[in-house]
């Protein structure tokens, strides 16, 4: 289905040779720096004779902080109170929460014995393994004697 491997030797090819052309050095001149008008157009014309243009830009004046405010202690008093009053809401919600399911909890245990408890009551109630009781007794005396008389 594919043709079998021909190897061939690696090709040859003059790739050209590129290497970076040297820049002049640059002259230690200070360039010329036009005085323009704040959002103008303003061109530099840089040591090696090439002139950049672009738009001049405005120094931004850093206006001093004021203080900030004090806070009276009132304020963080009341803050503080706050915070306080709703993580003991939130401690309340979950305790409520724990003694709802521990409330359930004991009824379940409650329910589980009585259960088994009235199931045991029921065993011995209801069985007849070891159980000698008057009408069984009575029973048998009576089919004795039946027995007995007519036997």
């Given at each position: 289905?594919?043709?079998?491997?021909?190897?061939?030797?690696?090709?040859?090819?003059?790739?050209?040779?590129?290497?970076?052309?040297?820049?002049?050095?640059?002259?230690?001149?200070?360039?010329?720096i036009v005085p323009v008008q704040p959002g103008t157009v303003a061109s530099v014309v840089l040591p090696d004779g090439r002139i950049v243009t672009g738009y001049a830009m405005d120094h931004t004046q850093h206006v001093p902080a004021?203080?900030?405010?004090?806070?009276?202690?009132?304020a963080v008093n009341v803050a503080l109170g706050g915070i306080g009053f709703l993580a003991v809401c939130g401690g309340l919600l979950l305790l409520t929460s724990f003694i709802a399911a521990l409330t359930a909890f004991i009824t379940q245990l409650i329910t589980l014995a009585a259960v088994i408890f009235g199931g045991w009551i029921a065993v011995q109630v209801l069985s007849t393994s070891g159980h000698k009781g008057g009408t069984t007794v009575n029973i048998r005396k009576a089919v004795l004697k039946r027995n007995h008389f007519h036997g």
């Open positions: 289905m594919y043709p079998d491997h021909v190897p061939h030797p690696p090709a040859v090819r003059a790739l050209p040779l590129h290497s970076p052309t040297p820049l002049p050095p640059a002259t230690t001149q200070p360039a010329p004021t203080t900030a405010p004090t806070v009276s202690r009132t």
